[in-house]
């Protein structure tokens, strides 16, 4: 198999290969982040007491436009990218299913970011002035959302349709997995924002009745920032770690249908459309949302320990892909035990804050800890796969990335936390300043992560092994590192879930199923 | 003479246009839902608080709107007689059944202008107006949709696309239409019927 000669531009910009489409989205999506990142900073500051750099105008749309970009210019396409990249290669299929349609979800995507950024800079967004510009931000948003939920069906029906003989819905990588949950999920949801977004165009251009006022436009689209809503970013994250950590361990995923089952049920608790706080009623004593919140935390547990068995059995040695797994664990459990404590009436956390801005210091600082857990996620995607991304190891500055994601997450989610809590607690009115600067040290943190983990990423050079780790389970590795034009000569027979741990004739399944 | 034995057929191809317009059917769908969520919510909260929620002079007749869920209703029928006729290898019906399916579907659509006209709902005058405008448009925009579908299907069916083996393009675009037809159903309940 020979290696693919880099493309010119005008092959990189018409081409249908999952793998260039899959590159541009996690290249793009890690540059938006990184930009949505710094905006968000720049607009917590404003939340000071004596003011930030700007006006409250523009502090509030640094803000939005932060939140904006980090679950739709980072966390989503991210994985969309790696979602094209990796699962045709995890299911033994030569290309994508649909890839002008994934070509087109490419470049629906990106023009909306980019259309996104100027309607921001002319005056538009949430809070903004100019109308022509407000009407433009919200249309970009509708092309941000349509071009990602191609993407999703692109990758839904590529693990539906495209699957290697033998290998059964139960037998596809945890990944895969997690990616069909996903883009079942965000199918599900994300439509029902650009519905609302629809509504939103319509009455800024009629009478602002409802949605299109000014006071009107943060709550008909601020529930994708909030929980339970928040949780669809991090599916793909479980699927990850379920790969890559028994990998590193060395080892098969004991009670992997088990695991499958908490990816699914972690799918369905962050279903979140129906949430909108943007509407009457109060949600945060919904019984639907009380349950949810206590319930999901049981999957999260339930997959942490899964890993947990297989660590303790593999003991494997601390590299960069396994230390940001378990930032992106650890990251992912705290947000699911601060989201459960929502639940608790009494408490009122959920819009509980401390600032005139009004904005839910609490909530924010939870969607915080799961959006730096996608970060972590973002930075062990690129160690795990960066040989079939690039070609080589991706170099030594993704460890950093890891510890810097690790401590961003924590400073962004407790920092505002304990901000919102001081309006319940007297003695920490006087620390609210201190609680916000270090929530954005903790976001500027992430944003170097993310900054850490693209360098690395472009900086992977030389030629990798096929399976550079070893210890492959998955049909990635059993092609070359980067995969050639159809990605396999022969594809390995599939009777387990782990096909390369069955030709190297790697012990048998802890699930019972023999080893070929 | 005996007849020299047949190949077995080749294992059929993963019915990877249904699979994904199933996919994308349901996103549109939602999009819908979503919006009559919306719709319903926002009637509710006139309700209860004890007012009507159609302001004056407003009326919504309702035998436009069952005219248009009969048709749509035959439309499913008409769709799912081409699948029927593809599947067959019966092209003259498919082709008289594509025709009727996009048949139906203008009348749909001729027939959801004139109750915009006739309704008197001026999207600039209410919230009432914005939001029965923007359902109803989004389903027409679907209902578009479905028609360009089935109408590049029925091209590719007459040049000879399709037949009892391969019939996915007409089994997609069934779908996609179908769902459609659902989605008016629940717009006539929430939108026509409830008021």
């Known amino acids: ?516 | 003479m005996t007849a020299p034995a047949l190949a077995s057929p080749p294992m059929q191809r993963p019915r990877m246009l249904v699979v994904g317009t199933a996919f994308a059917a349901v996103a549109a769908a939602m999009v819908v839902v979503g919006m009559i969520g919306v719709y319903l919510v926002e009637r509710s909260a006139v309700v209860s608080a004890g007012g009507t929620w159609l302001p004056d002079g407003v009326v919504l007749p309702l035998t436009q709107p069952n005219v248009m869920l009969f048709g749509l209703i035959m439309s499913s029928v008409a769709i799912q007689w081409a699948v029927s006729a593809v599947r067959n290898d019966d092209r003259v019906n498919s082709y008289l059944a594509l025709g009727l399916t996009l048949l139906f579907g203008l009348g749909y659509i001729n027939m959801m202008a004139y109750l915009w006209s006739k309704a008197g709902l001026d999207v600039n005058a209410s919230l009432q107006a914005t939001l029965i405008q923007s359902i109803t448009a989004t389903h027409v925009a679907m209902a578009a949709v479905a028609m360009v579908f089935v109408a590049l299907m029925a091209f590719r069916a007459l040049a000879g696309g399709y037949n009892s083996r391969q019939y996915d393009g007409i089994a997609a675009a069934a779908v996609f239409w179908h769902v459609m037809v659902a989605m008016y159903v629940l717009i006539w309940l929430a939108v026509y019927v409830t008021k």
Not at chain 1, 106 to 135: E, F, P
Not at chain 1, 217 to 240: D, K, T
Not at chain 1, 412 to 417: A, I, N, T, Y
Request: charged share 10%; proline share 5%; glycine share 14%.
């Open chain 1, 1 to 516: 198999m020979t290696l693919p000669s880099p493309l010119a531009l005008p092959e990189l910009l018409g081409s249908g290969d999952h793998k260039v489409i899959g590159r541009m989205f996690i290249g793009f999506a890690l540059l938006l982040g990184i930009v949505s990142a710094v905006a968000l900073a720049l607009g917590m500051l404003g939340n000071l007491s004596g003011g930030g750099l700007f006006s409250d105008s523009v502090n509030l749309r640094l803000f939005t436009a932060g939140q904006f970009g980090l679950v739709f210019g980072f966390a989503l396409p991210l994985f969309v990218g790696l979602g094209l990249f990796v699962v045709p290669l995890q299911v033994g299929a030569s290309s994508v299913a649909f890839p002008r349609a994934a070509a087109l979800s490419l470049w629906l995507w990106l023009a909306g970011a980019i259309t996104l950024l100027v309607a921001y800079a002319i005056g538009g967004g949430v809070g903004g002035d100019n109308q022509r510009a407000i009407d433009l931000t919200f249309t970009s948003l509708g092309m941000l959302v349509v071009g990602l939920l191609l993407g999703a069906v692109c990758i839904a029906t590529t693990v539906i349709t495209l699957r290697a003989p033998g290998m059964t819905l139960d037998r596809v990588p945890m990944f895969t997995f997690s990616m069909l949950a996903a883009a079942g999920v965000w199918l599900l949801t994300w439509p029902v924002l650009l519905g609302n977004l629809i509504l939103l165009r319509v009455d800024l251009t009629s009478g602002m009745f409802g949605f299109g006022a000014a006071g009107e436009q943060w709550p008909a689209v601020s529930w994708s920032f909030m929980q339970p809503q928040i949780y669809v970013l991090a599916i793909p994250v479980l699927g990850l770690l379920g790969d890559a950590i028994p990998t590193l361990a060395g080892r098969r995923q004991a009670s992997r249908n088990v695991m499958l089952v908490a990816i699914g049920a972690f799918a369905a608790l962050s279903i979140g459309s129906w949430a909108q706080v943007g509407q009457p009623g109060d949600l945060w004593t919904e019984p639907l949302f009380v349950a949810m919140s206590f319930a999901i935390v049981l999957p999260i547990l339930g997959l942490a320990g899964g890993f947990g068995s297989v660590l303790a059995a593999g003991k494997p040695k601390p590299s960069a892909p396994l230390v940001a797994s378990m930032v992106a664990l650890i990251l992912l459990v705290l947000a699911g035990v601060v989201g459960a404590l929502f639940a608790i009436g009494p408490l009122d956390l959920g819009l509980l804050t401390a600032l005139e801005s009004g904005l839910p210091l609490v909530a924010l600082g939870q969607a915080g800890l799961v959006l730096a857990a996608v970060a972590a996620g973002a930075v062990t995607a690129v160690a795990y796969w960066s040989s079939k991304i690039s070609g080589g190891a991706a170099g030594p500055a993704v460890m950093l990335a890891s510890l810097a994601a690790l401590g961003g997450g924590l400073a962004w989610g407790v920092g505002l936390l304990l901000a919102g809590a001081s309006a319940r607690f007297t003695a920490l009115e006087g620390a609210v300043d201190a609680f916000v600067v270090v929530a954005v040290i903790g976001v500027a943190l992430v944003a170097a992560s993310l900054l850490l983990a693209g360098l690395s990423l472009a900086g992977a050079r030389g030629t990798s092994d096929d399976d550079p780790w070893g210890t492959g389970q998955t049909l990635e590795w059993a092609t070359s590192s980067p995969p050639a034009g159809g990605n396999f000569d022969e594809v390995p027979a599939v009777v387990t879930p782990q096909p390369l741990s069955d030709v190297r004739g790697d012990g048998h399944g802890d699930d019972g199923e023999e080893s070929a």
